[in-house]
């Protein structure tokens, strides 16, 4: 089992940005694909990001792309989100997750931070 623990969600003016980390307790996190999901009041979950173990590549949802960046530091066993231009409809729960050897766009997340709230003020 992974514990992942979020970090750097708060209260941001639309137009702006904020970066979340994810650091994962486990000595072999080079060999997970790591992923962020949101969850707004509501609404069911839905796929925000995702970065492969093998080679770093990455993947986007479609309300995401072109404003959102994910990255990784295996030194640190952390994984980031870069969230720029944010608006109202970015507000929600914000969630880490994590696989062992997943594929980049594997949809069998086994790992889930607690998650960590974005609130985008208008």
């Known amino acids: 089992q992974v514990q992942l623990v979020e970090s750097g969600g708060g209260l941001v003016q639309a137009g702006g940005s904020v970066r979340l980390s994810c650091e994962a307790s486990?000595?072999?996190?080079?060999?997970?694909?790591m992923g962020w999901f949101r969850q707004a009041p509501g609404k069911e979950r839905e796929f925000v990001a995702a970065?492969?173990?093998?080679?770093?590549?990455?993947y986007y949802g479609d309300s995401v792309k072109g404003r959102f960046t994910i990255s990784r530091d295996n030194a640190k066993n952390t994984v980031y989100v870069q969230m720029n231009s944010l608006n109202a409809e970015d507000t929600a729960v914000y969630y880490c997750?994590?696989?062992?050897?997943?594929?980049?766009?594997?949809?069998?997340?086994?790992?889930w931070g607690q998650g960590t709230q974005v609130t985008v003020s208008s």
């Open positions: 997750t994590a696989k062992f050897l997943g594929a980049l766009k594997t949809t069998d997340y086994n790992n």
């Open positions: 486990v000595r072999t996190f080079s060999r997970y694909t």
């Open positions: 970065i492969s173990w093998k080679d770093g590549s990455t």
